[in-house]
C-alpha cells in the first residue's frame, strides 16, 4: 500500500485528489492518508478556481487527516509519497527536504521558479536515490503520447514542422505576480515547450515575442520560435487572456515527410500522404490520472521514474529562461544553455 501525503489543497490539490480516490476505488493499492495546508479551514469548505473543471466544487473531507503545518502532518502520519501541489517558488525547497527526509517526492510543474532551483531538486533525487516525479502531465496526455510514438519510431520519416498552442482566460490570485509565477511563459506556456524538448531534444537557441496586458504578471501572450540543427520550423504559442466564455483550450499540428498529424478540440487526425485520414485509439484518461498511476505503480514495484524526472524538467526550464530573456529583448535569438542533468 502506497500512502501519500498531498500538501496544497488549491485547484491542482484537488485535481490530484480526485484521482487518487478514483484509483484506490478501482482497487490500486494506494490510500491518500492527509492533506496539509496552510488555509485548510478556509479551503475545505470552498471552491478553488482553475482552467479545467474538477470534480467537485467543495469537497468532504471529513474521513481524512488534516493538517495546516507540514512538519505536524510528517509527526502524525506514515507516509510513502509527499505530493506538492503549492505555488511554484515554494517547490524546490520543499522538495528537496522532503528527498532528504527519505519520501519519494511528486510536485506539480513548473519544477521550479529558476533553473539553479531545478538544478539543485534533480542533484537531491540523484543524491538520495528517491524517485521525483516531476508533474509534466502532458507526457502522460494520451494525444501528446501517440505523437511522440510517431516521432520515436519515424513511422512518417522525420519532422519538418510543429506548431503547439494553449490558451485561457486569465488565472487568479498569485498566478498573476509575473515575480511569483513566471506569467503565461513558465506556468502554461512551459507545457508546450516541454513538449517540444521531449519530443526534439533541446534546441539551439529560441526567439520569442512576448506582450504584458495584465500590469505586474509578466509576458500574458506569448510565442516562440525553436531553432533546430535539421531546419525544423518549430512554433509554441500561448495566452491567458482570452474574454469571455471561450474556456480553456490546447493542440498541435506536426507535419512529417509523408504525414500531417493534428490535435484539436480533443481529437487526433491523422492524414498520411496517399492514404485515407484516421483516428488512432488512443487511452481514454487524461494526463493528470495517467501520471499518478505512472508514478504510484512505479513506487509500489519499487520501479524508476524515466518519463517525467527531474533532470529532463530542468531542462526544460533552461529552454524556458532562454525565452524569457530573448521575450524581454524584443525577440532577440537567444542561445539555449543546458541544465545540469537533463
Known amino acids: 500500500m502506497v500512502k501519500v501525503g498531498l500538501i496544497g489543497f488549491g485547484f ?7 484521482n487518487y480516490n478514483r484509483l484506490a476505488s478501482e482497487g490500486f493499492p494506494v490510500e491518500l492518508k492527509a492533506i496539509c495546508d496552510i488555509r ?44 506538492i501541489t503549492l505555488p511554484t517558488p515554494l517547490h524546490a525547497d520543499l522538495t528537496c527536504r ?89 506556468d502554461m506556456h512551459i507545457h508546450d515547450t516541454d513538449m517540444i524538448h521531449w519530443l526534439l531534444g533541446k534546441p539551439d537557441r529560441v526567439s520569442t515575442i512576448g506582450r504584458n496586458v495584465i500590469p505586474g504578471s509578466g509576458h500574458d501572450i506569448v510565442s516562440t520560435q525553436y531553432a533546430y540543427p535539421g531546419g525544423a520550423v518549430i512554433n ?3 495566452d491567458w487572456t482570452y474574454a469571455g466564455e471561450h474556456g480553456f483550450i490546447m493542440g498541435y499540428r506536426v507535419n512529417f515527410d509523408t504525414c500531417t498529424i493534428v490535435f484539436e478540440r480533443g481529437n487526433v487526425n491523422v492524414y498520411p500522404a496517399g492514404e485515407p485520414s484516421f483516428s488512432p485509439e488512443l487511452a481514454a484518461d487524461d494526463g493528470y490520472y495517467r501520471q499518478i498511476r505512472y508514478f504510484l505503480d512505479v513506487i509500489e514495484k519499487g520501479g524508476t521514474n524515466t518519463v517525467s524526472t527531474a533532470a529532463s524538467a530542468a531542462g526544460s526550464l533552461a529552454i524556458i529562461e532562454a525565452e524569457q530573456q530573448s521575450a524581454d529583448n524584443g525577440s532577440a535569438w537567444v542561445e539555449v544553455r543546458a541544465a545540469v542533468r537533463g
Open 98 to 186: 522532503m528527498l532528504e527526509r527519505g519520501y519519494h517526492v511528486l510536485c506539480e510543474k513548473p519544477i521550479a521558479r529558476t533553473l539553479a532551483e531545478g538544478d539543485r531538486m534533480a542533484e537531491t533525487a540523484e543524491r538520495t536515490g528517491k524517485q521525483l516525479l516531476i508533474g509534466q502531465c502532458l507526457r502522460f496526455w494520451p494525444a501528446y503520447e501517440y505523437l511522440k510514438s510517431c516521432v520515436e519510431d519515424r513511422r512518417y520519416g522525420a519532422v519538418k514542422a510543429g506548431f503547439f498552442y494553449r490558451g485561457s482566460g486569465a488565472p487568479q490570485g498569485w498566478f498573476l505576480s509575473g515575480e511569483l509565477s513566471g506569467g503565461c511563459l513558465l
Open 40 to 83: 485548510i479551514e478556509e479551503l475545505k469548505n470552498g471552491k478553488a478556481d482553475g482552467n479545467i473543471a474538477t470534480a467537485q466544487d467543495v469537497y468532504d473531507l471529513s474521513t481524512y487527516q488534516l493538517y495546516d503545518d507540514i512538519e505536524t502532518m510528517l509527526a502524525n502520519e506514515e507516509l510513502d509519497v509527499i505530493d
Open 12 to 18: 491542482m490539490g484537488r485535481m490530484h485528489f480526485d
Open 236 to 238: 509554441a504559442q500561448a
